[in-house]
């Protein structure tokens, strides 16, 4: 074979490659979670489920949600690292102690307040569904963004958002004052009022590329 024919063979492949990898990750960032607080959490609480490397305190999500004041919003921003997991795909595995009662449905709905799914925690787990030992360690898995280039550079910091009942897509752009058309690009085939799965919102400020 002619080098050059050699090379350009190599470059088409690496080029089909990298353009069929195109979905997948690279490096990490930092993001946010939007947890809704449910009757009896606190910050407290989501403290300590969510603990990581930019998580140790109450402070560190307080300073996350200067803009009001959380007893007057259901949902607070929680700082979360957002892993290139086996280059698949961008998620953080919270360490989380099963409790009496808990199911993987519950961990996800409840303590997780969706910001997971059972599906989803179940696939990084040993353990059966139907079998879940107590006081145990098990793998609870968020999904996170670093955005998209190819929609816009000037947002650094992603917020991972289950949606609710009560949302759509005017709703967020309203509460956040982002236009809905942005937001939509960067959940492409999305439907904002579909009550429930996991959209992510551009926030304000630049995010530590790691
Ligand atoms: C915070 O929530 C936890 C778990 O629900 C509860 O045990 C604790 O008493 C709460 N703390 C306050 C100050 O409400
Ligand atoms: C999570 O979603 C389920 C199903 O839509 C809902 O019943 C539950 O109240 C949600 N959890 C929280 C903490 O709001
Ligand atoms: C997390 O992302 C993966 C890969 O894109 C997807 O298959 C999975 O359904 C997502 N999980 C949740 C809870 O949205
Ligand atoms: C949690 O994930 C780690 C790393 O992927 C794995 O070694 C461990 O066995 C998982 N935990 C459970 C309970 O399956
Ligand atoms: C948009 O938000 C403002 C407050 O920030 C509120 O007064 C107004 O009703 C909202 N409009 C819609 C359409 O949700």
């Known amino acids: 074979m002619n080098p050059k024919f050699r090379l ?22 930092d993001a946010l979670a939007s947890y809704y607080l449910w009757r009896r959490s606190n910050l407290t609480y989501v403290s300590r489920i969510m603990q990581s490397q930019v998580l140790s305190s109450i402070e560190d999500i307080i300073s996350y949600n200067k803009d009001y004041s959380v007893s007057h919003s259901s949902r607070v921003n929680v700082p979360i690292p957002c892993n290139c997991i086996n280059g698949e795909f961008l998620a953080n595995f919270f360490q989380y102690t099963t409790q009496p009662y808990d199911t993987y449905l519950t961990i996800a709905e409840i303590e997780f307040s969706n910001l997971s799914t059972d599906d989803w925690i179940m696939r990084f787990n040993s353990y059966s569904s139907s079998q879940l030992p107590q006081f145990r360690k098990i793998n609870v898995t968020v999904n996170c963004s670093c955005g998209n280039s190819e929609v816009s550079k000037d947002y650094g910091l992603f917020i991972t958002y289950p949606l609710r009942t009560e949302d759509t897509l005017e709703s967020i752009a309203n509460q956040t ?27 304000k400020g630049k995010a530590t590329l790691f």
Do not use: H
């Open 8 to 29: 350009s063979v190599f470059l088409l492949f690496w080029a089909s490659e990298w353009f069929s990898a195109k979905s997948t990750c690279f490096s990490g960032c």
């Open 177 to 203: 004052k982002l236009p809905p058309e942005l937001l939509q690009r960067y959940n492409p085939g999305v439907d904002f009022g579909q009550g429930s799965g996991l959209v992510y919102i551009p926030g």
